[in-house]
């Protein structure tokens, strides 16, 4: 296996987990709400996923070396970092800034959806287009409609799943 391989597999691993992370605090706000997102679970599911974001950035850049990666990732991860700030903080704000920050995640992606597009087409835009679809319901948590945002990742988290037995 080459090394691009290797740490594609592993930047997969970590998104993945990631995704899953990201189930759980989505699920955990449709029950109990977008208020709970300052309560202690919340904020350590959040944290989480900001820190397996840093370590997917480090394994997705390391395999693909990608320019766009090296400026989007970087910027929405300061902000996932500001907004998690906020959140301890109990503002609102943190909200609206992790909105702003995800929007990173699909133009990043867009370097993924490239590389994994010419080893299966199928999966490589179910991972793509799931992150958009996640992404773009976020914003509807506010009208208490989560189930687009977490479609949106399960579909996304099927595509990993399938995609790493073909890296």
């Known amino acids: 296996m080459s090394t691009t391989n290797s740490f594609l597999k592993s930047g997969n691993l970590v998104s993945m987990l990631a995704a899953f992370t990201i189930i759980a605090e989505l699920l955990y706000l449709a029950i109990f709400g977008l ?4 309560s202690i ?3 350590t599911l959040i944290s989480l996923i900001f820190m397996q974001g840093i370590v ?4 997705y850049y390391t395999a693909l070396k990608s320019i766009l990666m090296l400026i989007d990732v970087p910027i929405g991860l300061l902000i996932e970092a500001m907004a998690i700030y906020f959140l301890f903080l109990h503002k609102f ?3 609206e800034l992790i ?5 990173s995640e699909p133009i990043a992606g867009t370097v ?3 590389y994994f597009y010419k080893i299966n087409r199928i999966y490589s835009l179910m991972f793509f287009i799931g992150a958009i679809v996640f992404t773009l319901g976020l914003p509807l948590y506010v009208f208490n409609v989560p189930y687009v945002a977490i ?3 399960i579909v996304k988290i ?4 399938k995609l790493r037995k073909c890296i």
């Not at 997917?56 to 394994?59: D, G, N, R, T």
């Not at 909105?99 to 929007?103: D, H, T």
């Open 35 to 38: 208020n709970s997102v300052y």
């Open 41 to 43: 679970v919340s904020l």
């Open 56 to 59: 997917a950035f480090i394994f």
């Open 93 to 95: 704000l943190g909200l």
């Open 99 to 103: 909105l702003i920050g995800y929007i």
């Open 112 to 114: 993924l959806f490239k």
């Open 151 to 153: 479609i949106g990742d």
């Open 158 to 161: 099927f595509g990993l799943l």
